[in-house]
C-alpha cells in the first residue's frame, strides 16, 4: 500500500508525512505527474488560500490529472485540500475548483464574539456510518484551523457536521472521494484512527 | 458546541534535555523531550509547547534534533519557540515538525518578521509571545526573557502584532510567572476585550482554580503551565474535569 502526499509547494505536508509512517503505511509524496503511477491511495493536505493551491497545481501539471485520478483511486482531501473539491471559493472567488460537489466553500460569518479563523478543538458530529468513522466515538474532538467552510451541501454528501457560530460540513463524501476540514494528523489518537482507517479502507 | 478550552504544557529545554530550574537557576535534567511530550499527549495535552531556553547559545541543530523526535512521537499541535530571529528559522523549525513558532523578543527589535512570516506561513502558525510586568496602572513588556524593559505597553503592543499578522498572542505575566498564585487575570481580561486572536495565559498555575479562573475570569482561549504539569502536581485529567465541572467545554474521548 503506497499513499501518495501531494505536494505543491505551499503547504506543510511533513506532518501528514510523519502520521502516514508512524501508522506504518508507505508515504510518498507526489511534486510531478509521473509521481502519480505507483500511488494507491491520494491525500491533499493544503493550507492557504484555495485560488493559490490550484494556481500551484496547475502550474505543476497536477490539477487536472488528480481531478481524472479522483474517478478511480481513494482520496482524501485535508482542509484546503475538502475546499478545492468544491465549485468554487468566496476567498478565490476567479478560481474553479474540482467541481466534485456543486456549490461554494464560503466564509463565516462574522459576529463579535466570534473568533476567525476557527482555530483549536470542536466536535465533529458524524451523519453517516462510514469506514473512516469506524471506532471513533461520534462527537469527538478534532483540531480545525481554517476560516472558510462548506455550508451547503446535498445531505448524501455530508459525512459530518460541525458549528462554528454556524453549523458547516467539517466531512464529505462522494464514493471514493472524502474531504475533511479538520486535521486528523494533529488530532491525537482519535486523528490517527480516522488517517488508518482511511489506509485500510477497501473500495 | 464552540471550541473547547485547550491545555498546553510547556517543556524548557537546553542541549536537547528538559530541564526545570527556578527562574533558570539551580537548573536540574527532568527527562528526554519526546518521552515527556508523549506522557503529556497520552495524559490529554491538547498541544505541546517547547521552549528552547538558551537557543541564542546552543548550537541550532540540537534543537532541530529535539522538534524532530517531539513530532515523530506526538500527534497534536506542538508550538516551538526561543532564539527565531529571521524567516529561515521558522522555515526550517516548521520543516522539522513544528507546526506554530512563538517569537518573542525578536518581534519587538523586528516588527517585520511578524509581517512577513504570516504572510509566507500563515497566521496560523505564528505566536507572539509577550512577557509583561505591572507598572502603575498598566503593563510594560519586556524582552531577553524578561531581562530588559521597553517602552512598550502590553496591550497595545498585542494590538500591533495581531494587525501585523500575528495568529495568537501567548501572554506571560512576569509578576505572576513562578508564584503559583494564580494567572494575571486582570491583564487577561483586558487584553482579550482587546484582541480578536486566541490568548494563551501563561504563568502563576499553582492549583486547580487557577485555570478555571483564567477562563472564566480572564476570558483566555488557552492556559499554558509547565512545573504544575511537570513535577505531577496535577494531571491534564484531572484539570479537564475540574474545567467540564465549571461548564467550561474540553476535549475528551484522548
Request: proline share 2%; with cysteine; aromatic share 6%.
Amino acid at each position: 500500500m503506497q499513499i501518495g502526499v501531494v505536494d505543491y509547494g505551499a503547504s506543510n505536508i511533513f506532518s501528514v508525512l510523519r502520521a502516514v509512517s508512524h501508522l506504518g503505511a508507505k508515504a510518498k509524496v507526489i511534486s510531478k505527474q509521473e509521481d502519480l503511477k505507483s500511488i494507491d491511495k491520494i491525500i491533499l493536505p493544503g493550507q492557504g488560500s484555495m485560488g493559490a493551491c490550484i494556481e500551484n497545481l496547475k502550474k505543476k501539471n497536477l490539477f487536472e490529472i488528480l481531478k481524472l485520478s479522483l474517478s478511480e483511486k481513494p482520496y482524501l482531501g485535508i482542509c484546503l485540500g475538502l475546499q478545492v473539491l468544491f465549485s468554487l471559493s468566496e476567498e478565490s472567488i476567479d478560481s474553479e475548483g474540482m467541481n466534485i460537489f456543486s456549490g461554494k466553500v464560503e466564509r463565516f460569518t462574522e459576529n463579535e464574539n466570534l473568533k476567525i479563523p476557527h482555530m483549536g478543538w470542536n466536535q465533529v458530529i458524524f451523519k453517516k456510518k462510514h469506514f473512516v468513522n469506524k471506532n471513533i466515538p461520534n462527537s469527538s474532538n478534532f483540531y480545525f484551523v481554517h476560516s472558510y467552510a462548506s455550508k451547503e451541501l446535498k445531505k448524501d454528501n455530508i459525512l459530518a457536521e460541525t458549528t462554528h457560530g454556524e453549523l458547516f460540513n467539517s466531512a464529505v463524501i462522494q464514493d471514493n472521494i472524502i474531504g475533511v476540514q479538520f486535521h486528523p494528523e494533529k488530532s491525537g489518537a482519535q486523528g490517527l484512527k480516522f488517517l488508518e482507517n482511511f489506509i485500510n479502507w477497501k473500495i | 458546541m464552540a471550541l473547547t478550552a485547550r491545555i498546553i504544557p510547556c517543556l524548557d529545554v537546553r542541549g536537547g534535555r528538559v530541564v526545570k530550574g527556578i527562574n533558570f537557576k539551580n537548573i536540574i535534567d527532568a527527562g528526554d523531550p519526546a518521552e515527556v511530550a508523549k506522557r503529556y499527549d497520552a495524559e490529554g495535552a491538547d498541544e505541546i509547547c517547547m521552549l528552547d531556553i538558551d537557543a541564542s547559545y546552543q548550537e541550532r541543530s540540537t534543537t532541530l534534533t529535539t522538534v524532530e523526535a517531539i513530532a515523530n512521537q506526538v500527534f497534536i499541535p506542538f508550538t516551538v519557540g526561543g532564539g527565531i530571529k529571521k524567516l529561515q528559522d521558522i522555515e526550517v523549525l516548521l520543516k522539522s515538525g513544528a507546526d506554530k513558532v512563538s517569537i518573542n523578543t525578536s518581534a519587538i527589535l523586528e516588527p517585520n518578521l511578524i509581517q512577513e512570516a504570516s504572510k509566507e506561513f500563515g497566521s496560523q502558525c505564528i505566536v507572539v509571545a509577550i512577557d509583561a510586568k505591572k507598572d502603575g496602572d498598566a503593563w510594560s513588556v519586556y524582552t531577553h526573557g524578561g531581562k530588559n524593559k521597553t517602552e512598550l505597553n502590553a496591550i497595545e503592543w498585542a494590538k500591533k502584532v495581531e494587525g501585523l499578522g500575528a495568529g495568537e498572542i501567548l501572554m506571560t505575566s512576569m509578576d505572576k510567572d513562578g508564584t503559583k498564585t494564580g494567572y494575571d487575570n486582570d491583564l487577561n481580561k483586558k487584553l482579550t476585550s482587546h484582541l480578536r486572536i486566541p490568548l494563551i495565559a501563561s504563568g502563576g498555575a499553582g492549583q486547580l482554580s487557577h485555570l478555571v479562573d483564567a477562563i472564566k475570569i480572564g476570558n483566555a482561549d488557552a492556559v499554558l503551565a509547565a512545573s504544575i504539569f511537570h513535577y505531577e502536581e496535577i494531571s491534564i485529567a484531572r484539570v479537564k474535569e475540574e474545567l467540564m465541572k465549571n461548564n467550561i467545554s474540553v476535549r475528551s474521548n484522548i
